[in-house]
């Protein structure tokens, strides 16, 4: 299956906002980060330092999610280029495919896409974080050959 990753255009930005704000939040309260009340303001004020240009935010890549087959917007995907210990990366924040649209390869697709998007631009790794909570997307991280590089382990004390 083959997706184009298109440049996200300034008009789906907001929604695009919403729903990885929505979700990180969520993420944060399954994880233990953050209670409910406070998981929406604190994902926003992250997502938000991360984008403060929004869409022109130096190093950072908004893409649309399509179709070749029939230009249909499946998803999103947010990435930036960093660079650790001399080297150039991709760090994935986030991929987010519609729901009706899941189980369907989309975000497989999306991955390999970045992948040849990345090696253009000269980048020789990409690199993610996923939730302990998130064994899907760990279980697609394995398949798409990514590795384990850190975990962070806490214990939680008194009641």
């Given amino acids: 299956m083959n997706v184009l990753l298109e440049p996200m255009k300034e008009a789906d930005y907001s929604l695009f906002i919403e729903a990885a704000?929505?979700?990180?939040?969520?993420?944060?309260?399954?994880?233990?980060?953050w209670t409910v009340n406070e998981s929406i303001k604190k994902s926003r004020a992250e997502t938000m330092s991360n984008l403060p240009q929004g869409l022109e935010t130096p190093g950072h890549y908004l893409f649309d999610i399509k179709t070749l087959s029939n230009d249909l917007s499946v998803g999103y995907l947010w990435a930036a280029t960093e660079e650790k210990h001399g080297h150039q990366s991709m760090f994935v924040y986030d991929i987010a495919i519609k729901p009706e649209c899941r189980r369907r390869g989309y975000?497989?697709?999306?991955?390999c896409e970045l992948e040849i998007v990345s090696a253009r631009m000269g980048i020789d790794s990409i690199g993610l974080h996923v939730f302990s909570a998130n064994s899907a997307a760990q279980a697609l991280y394995r398949k798409l050959g990514y590795e384990v590089t850190g975990v962070n382990m806490q214990k939680k004390l008194g009641a």
């Fill in 21 to 33: 704000v929505a979700g990180y939040a969520q993420e944060g309260v399954d994880a233990g980060r």
């Fill in 107 to 111: 975000a497989v697709a999306a991955f």
